[in-house]
């Protein structure tokens, strides 16, 4: 049962890693750190979007327009770690 927990933890480690990489890489675009017109940085961001888009979508439709804010990589940052440091480890009786 140990084992299943750790792959679990693994994956939402990775998810909130890649997060945090998605959600940099924004701000760095934003602010003009980063240019969208070098093929490496276009690369990286267009698979980070490839990846958190699936994720994005449905947490997009229950939530209300917030134009131009876009508050579904924070509802998604917060269910990650909610699901990382609280659900899961007291669902394998961790906690």
């Not at 890649?18 to 602010?31: Q, V």
């Not at 699936?54 to 990650?80: E, H, K, M, Q």
């Amino acid at each position: 049962m140990l084992a299943i927990y750790d792959i679990l933890r693994l994956i939402l480690d990775v998810a909130f890693f890649i997060m945090i990489a998605h959600i940099i890489m924004s701000w760095l675009l934003n602010f003009n750190v980063l240019n969208y017109g070098q093929p490496t940085v276009r690369g990286i961001w267009d698979g980070l979007n490839r990846l958190l888009e699936p994720v994005y979508r449905p947490i997009r439709g229950f939530l209300p327009d917030t134009r131009p804010l876009d508050l579904a990589p924070l509802v998604t940052f917060v269910l990650i770690i909610a699901l990382r440091d609280i659900i899961l480890p007291t669902l394998f009786g961790l906690r």
